[in-house]
C-alpha cells in the first residue's frame, strides 16, 4: 500500500440548468429513436451563451471552498483540467484563481488529458500536499463538451464541472487511501488543433481504450492495495454514457447497486472532466462515514486512475454548506434544439 | 454594469468586478459599492474595503429588448437592482431565470459569467452577474 496521507478538505459541483432531451437530437438528425436508450441517455446539461470553462469551474470552486472551509490564501495550486479551454494560450486557472482570491503565491496550469486531465490533478495534488509543498490544491474539472452536430456524440457532451480542495487528513471530508495509474498511447479520440469538434475512431473507443485501461487501473489498485469489489461499498466509473460504468463494473464485479449511487451522465450528460467526478461528488453527499469508495476516472489517448476513498465522519458536517448534485440534476430549464444551437454557436452568422 | 470595454482598466479593477470589493464607512456604517476612497453618504474618509459573501435579493427589474452593442446575443436581457446581504446595491444583470419567474425579493446569488467578447481573437471579459440561489430539491 502506498503512503498517502491526503484527503478531500471540499467538494463543490455546478451543472447549468439548461437541458435538451436527447430524443429531440435524435428526431432532429433521423436517428433510430432507440440510439438513446441503447447507450442510456435521456438529456444532458447545456451552458448558456456565457458560460465556459472558466465560469463552471469558477463556481464549482467557490462552492468547493465553501465546503473545505478554507480561506482562499491557504491555496498553494489552482489546477484546470478540461479538453476545452476558453484560450488555447492563456491559463484559465488564473483567471479562477484571481476571483476567487487566492494569493499569487501559488502553482497554476491547465492540464488537458481529454477527460482525465483533473484526475491527473488530483494526484498531482496529492504530491504537493505529501511533501508540503502545498497546504491545500485546488483541482478542477470542468467542460464545456464539443460535438460535431449529427454526431453520435452529440447525445451526450454536455457541460458541467466539479472542484476538489486536496489537503492533508485533518478536517478531509474523505481520506484517498490509495490509488494506481494505467496510462498508454491509444488513438480512440482527439482533437487537432483549430478543429472545432472531436473524431473518434470507432474501432478503439469501447475494448482498448475505456475497458482495459479502467480494468487495468483497476486491478492494479486491487493488487497493490489488496482490495477486492467487496471492500468497496460504491464504484464510479468515468461515464461517457450510462451504459459503459454498468459494463465495466459488472467485469470487475461490482453489482449495479453499487454503480447506479454515482452514475449521473444518463440526466445531465457525460460532462468530460466532470464526469467520474460529478458521480464522487453525488455519493459524498450521500454515503455513511466508513463508506469506501472506488473512484475510476478515464481519458482516451488514453489513461485511467483508480482510487481507494473512505467517507469519514467530516463529511457530515460539510455536506448542507454548498448546493448539491442532485438539486441541480433536478433544477432544468427545457430547450429545443434550435435554441441549443444559438447557445452552443452552432449557427454561422455575422457576430455583431 | 458599468463595463467599458478596456482592457487596462478591467484588469485594474478585476477585484471590483470579479469579487464584488465594496467599501464600508466605520463612521456611517454605511456600505457602496463600487469602492471609493471617501463615503458617498457622509464623505468621511474612514472607509474600508471588503468583499461580499454574493448573496442578495431583487429589489426592482427590468427586461431590456434594445440590447447594446457586445450584449445583442443575451437579449432579451434582464437587468436587476440587486441589494446585497451586506447592505449595499448593484445594477446587475440576472440569468437562468425566465423574467416571468422573477419577482421583488427573490434571493440571488453573484456568479461569475462572461461580460463581453472581443471579437473572434480578442479577450474574454468576466464579471459578477446574479442567478437565482440553488435551492435544495
Ligand atoms: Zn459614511
Known sequence: MTKIKAGVTGWGSYIPPYRIKASDIASLWGFDPYTPKAIWIEEKAVAALDEDTITIGWRASKYALQRAGVKPEEIGAVFVGTESKPYSVKPSATVIADALGISPKKLASDLEFACRAASEAIRISISLVNTEMAKYTLVVGADTAQASPGDVLEFTASSGGVALVIGGLDNAAAVIEDSYTYVTDTPDFWRRSLAPYPEHGEAFTGEPAYFNHIINAVKGLFEEGGYKPNDFDYAVFHQPNGKFPLQVGAKLGFPKEKILPGLVTPYIGNTYNGSALMGFAKILEEAKPGSRILLAPFGSGAGSDAYAIVVTDHVLEKRDKA?????MINRKIYIDYARYAKMREKILRYRR | M?????????WRNRDVLYRLKYSYCRDCKRSFYPPRGRCIYCGSSNIEHRYSSGRGVVKEFTVVYQTPVGFTDMSPMVIGLIEMEEGFRLLAQIVDVKPEEISNGMKVEAVLRRMIVDGETG???????????IEKS
Open chain 2, 2 to 10: 458599468m463595463f467599458e470595454r478596456s482592457p487596462a482598466k478591467i
Open chain 2, 123 to 133: 479577450l474574454i471579459y468576466y464579471g459578477i452577474k446574479f442567478a437565482p440561489l
Open chain 1, 323 to 327: 448546493p448539491k448534485v442532485v438539486d
